[in-house]
């Protein structure tokens, strides 16, 4: 089974400043046949569901800001946000897709303004 | 704008049943795979079960398998969730997401499910 476990658990960042996130998965997500890691970001704002940010752990969902982005390749992903909003406020998640349906979450990563 | 919108939910003595539904709109319903994933506080997201669009596919989290049952009825653009001898850790927010070629890419709003005696 896949574990996902991220870093830190929460960060506070000023405003204007660079946020960065860490996932590990416990075994490569990187698929062989089409050199591809199935890897996701979300975002979930409070009282929110969460919302796709990024798949294929750097392309970016229709519609979000270029100041995310998603690096990484086989155990290990980073989720970097530039230039911080205050609307950026929220959580969050990896998610491995590799072992579809058995979707796998990380624990999540609480990121607040310093 | 594509909608999914859960119902069915509330409190529930441990060893009850509960139906959740889910209603879609805004795209064709009949082409996609669909799930249910629920949150808790203390598991996070936890990926519950998946129905591929023609019902041919169906699978479960092992933690549910047994007494959860999924369907859809495409004519009607729904997704369910039929839930039995529920536990006091299947309490959470349950939510319906559509599946993009794999990818959890719409969500609704989720539904609560509070299993107490």
């Known amino acids: 089974d896949f574990v996902m476990t991220q870093s830190p658990e929460s960060l506070a960042v000023s405003l204007g400043e660079r946020a960065t996130i860490n996932c590990k998965s416990s075994?490569?997500?990187?698929?062989?046949?089409?050199?591809?890691?199935?890897l996701a970001w979300y975002q979930q704002k409070s009282g929110q569901p969460p919302k796709l940010l990024i798949y294929?752990?750097?392309t970016r969902e229709s519609g979000v800001p270029d100041r995310f982005s998603g690096s990484g390749s086989g155990t290990d992903f980073t989720l970097t946000i530039n230039s911080l909003q205050a609307e950026d406020v929220a959580v969050y998640y990896c998610?491995?897709?590799?072992?579809?349906?058995?979707?796998?979450f990380g624990q999540g990563t609480k990121l607040e303004i310093k | 704008d594509v909608q999914l919108v859960e119902s069915g939910g509330g409190l529930v003595k441990p060893g009850g049943s509960l139906r959740l539904s889910c209603t879609a709109s805004?795209?064709?319903?009949?082409?996609?795979?669909m799930n249910w994933v629920r949150q808790t506080p203390e598991k996070g997201l936890e990926w519950v079960s998946s129905?591929?669009?023609?019902?041919?596919?169906?699978y479960y989290a092992d933690s549910v398998k047994g007494r959860f049952t999924i369907s859809r009825d495409n004519a009607k653009n729904s997704l369910s969730l039929q839930m039995e001898s529920l536990r006091a850790e299947d309490t959470a927010v349950y939510y319906c997401?559509?599946?993009?070629?794999?990818?959890?890419?719409?969500w609704g709003q989720g539904v609560l499910v509070t299993v107490s005696s």
């Open positions: 805004g795209f064709p319903f009949n082409f996609y795979n």
């Open positions: 129905i591929s669009s023609t019902s041919t596919y169906i």
């Open positions: 997401v559509r599946d993009r070629e794999e990818l959890l890419d719409q």
């Open positions: 998610q491995q897709y590799f072992s579809t349906p058995m979707y796998t």
């Open positions: 294929w752990a750097s």
């Open positions: 075994q490569s997500v990187l698929h062989s046949s089409n050199n591809k890691n199935y």
